[in-house]
């Protein structure tokens, strides 16, 4: 694979994160934190990582699949789809109004391109992504499926059904993502509900699990081109990626409390003078 | 007028088993997955010679409703099976956003449904499934009446698109729709008749034709409908049946809130004001004990079926 041009990408992941934050303010709603948190991650995916088509189909044979479990974060999803060329830049703009293909949280059911399942009710996407993963396998497609999950969601019962199942059944060629942020809607995850140490239970469970760094697009670029590299071994892949909620406007990071809070007229200002690009929709 | 006997004795649940056996042979797409309760599916025969396309996920119904839409993704036809309870009120989240919402082909196949599950009592007679999936948007229902019309809709199903919910049962129960056609929603009128229609599904349609006969010999002429698929719901076999004998009884293994009786009275009175009475299960839970005996204590049996007819053409007469 080519080397990844890195200013390139860093443009694109400001790019993206001014868009995250327009849309939240657009609509005065939605979730700003995790979206910005996870933008290196989408970027790297998307500009570098996946084997994808933006003339999308649903079945993506030979093509690497992604399912976003954490539904909550579309707008950072929504804007890398649009960047890498699913749909229009200027539909960013529908975001969460009525009529629009860019529901609150992510779904098919307004054909959007790019999205091939609905999720905001949290737990779901792993099992789906495990389910992808295996119908890949009958079909004889060697590419790979990311999932990515939010350490909130670690909470949900269902996250473990699936983490059982993956790895009993060797579905090797699944390559799941946490954003390990710490935080969650009532306050830090430790408090809320303490994860304990989450590398020993994805490694009890059967993972291969690694670390790296979500918001250092050079850490998650190798990070994820090494989660390729320990796939297809008999064993599904576990990265779990330190974020900073909010990372690229220091006056959202650090904290739970925008998780899902648009920012006013002065905030967006503040939060764009920090952000510089130039290919607004 | 045609007269219907049994001509065998199984469970329904067979009938799914063997239609699926049948699907695996005709379309290599199709595949199942089993929560832990493979023999109690009828699942085995598939199991055995398709085991590259059977998917065991044990007791973790949530995680088999995402593998099954995911499978979709990629061209799978997904069969998922556990008993009723298991299939609906555990899952529907589940179902409700990875399967309805997001418009996938996955066929939720269901056992042990109702009081005739029997011995194991309330905690397994789900009372409420058809309803909570009948809500759902896109979502088809159905409720075949025996061995052979579970596993022809169960082959039917295997060509269909999108979401749909099959509910079938344990217990051993007359076979009599052998040969007979099955199309996923179209009502198949059973037996034809001039003073009340019976809208049944399920175990029910063969309590309302033993009903059946004993009202003929009354004099009361039934037309009997077997109304198989509760979505899309054949509004034109209501309506017709209906304008015809004016009164209605509808009869199924269900509570009588969510279920076929909601359903067709939702029909008759937007488009047909009519009398109806509703044989079902009264808002309660059940209890252990024999099939028959549990459909007796709660009013599912011929002779309810009987008096709710006497009591419908009481009222037509006004």
Redesign the interface.
């Known amino acids: 694979m080519a080397q990844p041009d890195f200013d390139k990408l860093k443009k694109l992941a400001t790019q993206i994160r001014r868009d995250i934050v327009r849309m939240v303010h657009g609509c005065q709603s939605g979730h700003p934190g995790g979206s910005l948190g996870c933008t290196e991650y989408f970027v790297a995916l998307y500009f570098h990582i996946m084997k994808h088509d933006p003339k999308f189909n649903?079945?993506?044979?030979g093509e690497d699949?992604f399912?976003v479990s954490n539904g909550h974060i579309s707008p950072v999803w929504y804007s890398t789809l649009a960047r890498a060329g699913y749909f229009d830049v200027k539909e960013l703009a529908t975001f969460r109004f009525l009529n629009s293909r860019l529901q609150g949280h992510p779904?098919?059911?307004e054909k959007l391109p790019g999205i091939?399942?609905?999720?905001?009710?949290l737990?779901?996407?792993?099992?789906?992504?495990?389910?992808?993963?295996?119908?890949?396998k009958?079909?004889g497609?060697d590419r790979f499926v990311f999932c990515l999950m939010g350490d909130g969601e670690q909470q949900e019962?269902?996250v473990w059904?699936?983490a059982?199942?993956a790895a009993?059944?060797k579905v090797d060629n699944l390559i799941a993502t946490i954003d390990y942020n710490g935080q969650q809607i009532d306050g830090p995850v430790k408090d809320v509900l303490d994860l304990k140490d989450l590398k020993a239970k994805w490694i009890a469970f059967g993972w291969e699990v690694q670390e790296f760094n979500g918001n250092d697009l050079k850490e998650v670029i190798n990070g994820l081109d090494h989660a390729k590299a320990l796939a297809k071994k008999g064993k599904p892949v576990m990265n779990l990626m330190k974020t900073d909620m909010g990372s690229g406007v220091d006056f959202m990071m650090g904290s739970h409390k925008w998780h899902g809070v648009a920012p006013n007229d002065d905030e967006l200002s503040r939060a764009l003078a920090q952000l510089e690009a130039s290919e607004d929709y | 007028m045609t007269k219907f006997t049994a001509t065998d004795k199984k469970d329904t649940r067979s009938g799914f088993g063997a239609g699926l056996h049948e699907l695996g042979k005709q379309n290599p797409n199709v595949?199942a997955l089993c929560a832990d309760l493979t023999g109690s599916l009828k699942m085995d025969a598939f199991k055995k010679d398709f085991p590259?396309?059977f998917?065991q996920?044990?007791i973790?119904e949530?995680?088999?409703?995402?593998?099954?839409?995911?499978?979709?993704?990629?061209?799978?036809i997904?069969f998922t099976g556990t008993f009723a309870n298991f299939s609906t009120g555990r899952v529907y989240?589940?179902i409700?956003?990875?399967v309805a919402?997001?418009?996938?082909n996955v066929k939720i196949c269901a056992s042990h449904a109702g009081l005739t599950l029997g011995e194991d009592g309330a905690t397994h007679q789900i009372l409420e499934d058809v309803g909570m999936m009948k809500m759902l948007p896109d979502m088809t229902v159905i409720v075949p009446c025996d061995y052979a019309q579970t596993k022809a809709a169960t082959i039917a199903l295997g060509s269909h698109v999108g979401p749909a919910y099959l509910r079938f049962g344990r217990p051993v129960w007359p076979v009599f729709t052998e040969g007979r056609p099955f199309t996923i929603g179209k009502a198949d009128v059973m037996i034809e008749g001039k003073d009340v229609t019976i809208f049944a599904n399920g175990h029910m349609v063969w309590q309302a034709i033993e009903a059946e006969a004993k009202l003929a010999e009354k004099g009361i002429s039934v037309e009997l409908i077997n109304l198989h698929t509760i979505k899309p719901l054949d509004v034109d076999a209501i309506l017709n049946s209906v304008k015809k004998t004016g009164c209605a009884v509808t009869c199924e293994e269900h509570q009588i809130n969510g279920g076929l009786g909601d359903s067709v009275a939702q029909v008759l009175s937007r488009f047909q004001p009519a009398p109806i009475e509703m044989v079902a299960v009264n808002d309660s839970f059940g209890e252990s004990g024999k099939p028959t005996d549990l459909l007796k204590k709660y009013g599912l049996s011929p002779d309810n079926i009987v008096a709710a007819v006497e009591k419908v053409l009481k009222r037509k007469k006004g």
């Open positions: 649903m079945d993506g044979k699949l399912f779904a098919t059911h091939r399942i609905a999720s905001g009710s737990g779901q996407g792993l099992s789906v992504a495990a389910g992808a993963a295996q119908a890949k009958l079909n497609d019962g269902q059904e699936a059982m199942y009993h059944n | 595949v590259e396309r998917f996920t044990g973790a949530a995680n088999m409703i995402g593998l099954a839409a995911g499978m979709t993704i990629g061209g799978k997904p989240d589940q409700r956003q990875s919402y997001s418009g996938k």
